[in-house]
T-cell receptor, first 114, second 115 residues
Framework: AQSVTQLGSHVSVSEGALVLLRCNYS??????LFWYVQYPNQGLQLLLK??????LVKGINGFEAEFKKSETSFHLTKPSAHMSDAAEYFC????????????FGQGTTLQVKP | DSGVTQTPKHLITATGQRVTLRCSPR?????VYWYQQSLDQGLQFLIH???????AKGNILERFSAQQFPDLHSELNLSSLELGDSALYFC??????????????FGPGTRLTVL
């Protein structure tokens, strides 16, 4: 079975500081990993995804994530936080044999302080 | 704008009632997924349809059912509603069936409130 664990339900950073959101996965098959962002009262928007082409994945809005198989991790980073980054972030895994369903982590709310 | 539309945006109803949520996938997408987002359960996969056929079920209650029609739109039917069914229901679409790296594009969701 596949699962995703996001460490820290709330993360608070100052504007301009490094953003680090943690995601660990469990999968018995090679996983495909995704980070989605949800702004208040909106749907989910893809930030980036890992599809085995490259371990360092660059996404939209300056975010990137590194796939580390040895650590079963796919942490999301951004060098400098912006106020507009305040949102909820979800890590997800797919890879089941008969469906592309996504298994989501619990989500991390990012607060950016001025 | 993801290209996925969901109606209605908000739905308020009473316990015991039945409602239908509608989803139109992005043009050309054959797969439709339904997810439920609630405070206590988080984001959970409910059901997956591909080109009119059910492909996978997740944590979907027997009181819930879904369909995908020939024009590829999908409906999620929730019956005998309980207070605990109050949640945000998302539909997502992707182009294919088993390209597991496909991006799923999410609609804006339907917020269901059961009173």
């Amino acid at each position: 079975a596949q699962s995703v664990t996001q460490l820290g339900s709330h993360v608070s950073v100052s504007e301009g500081a490094l953003v680090l959101l943690r995601c660990n996965y469990s999968s018995s098959v090679p996983p495909y990993l995704f980070w989605y962002v949800q702004y208040p009262n909106q749907g989910l928007q893809l930030l980036l995804k890992y599809t085995s082409a490259a371990t360092l994945v660059k996404g939209i809005n300056g975010f990137e994530a590194e796939f580390k198989k040895s650590e079963t991790s796919f942490h999301l980073t951004k060098p400098s936080a912006h106020m507009s980054d305040a949102a909820e972030y979800f890590c997800a895994v797919s890879g089941s044999s008969n469906t592309g369903k996504l298994i989501f982590g619990q989500g991390t709310t990012l607060q950016v302080k001025p | 704008d993801s290209g996925v539309t969901q109606t209605p945006k908000h739905l308020i109803t009473a316990t015991g009632q039945r409602v239908t949520l509608r989803c139109s996938p992005r043009s050309g997408d054959l797969s439709v997924y339904w997810y439920q987002q609630s405070l206590d359960q988080g984001l959970q996969f409910l059901i997956h349809y591909y080109n009119g056929e059910e492909r996978a079920k997740g944590n979907i209650l027997e009181r819930f059912s879904a369909q995908q029609f020939p024009d590829l739109h999908s409906e999620l039917n929730l019956s005998s509603l309980e207070l605990g069914d109050s949640a945000l229901y998302f539909c997502a679409s992707s182009p294919s069936l088993l390209e597991l790296s496909d991006t799923q594009y999410f609609g804006p969701g339907t917020r269901l409130t059961v009173l």
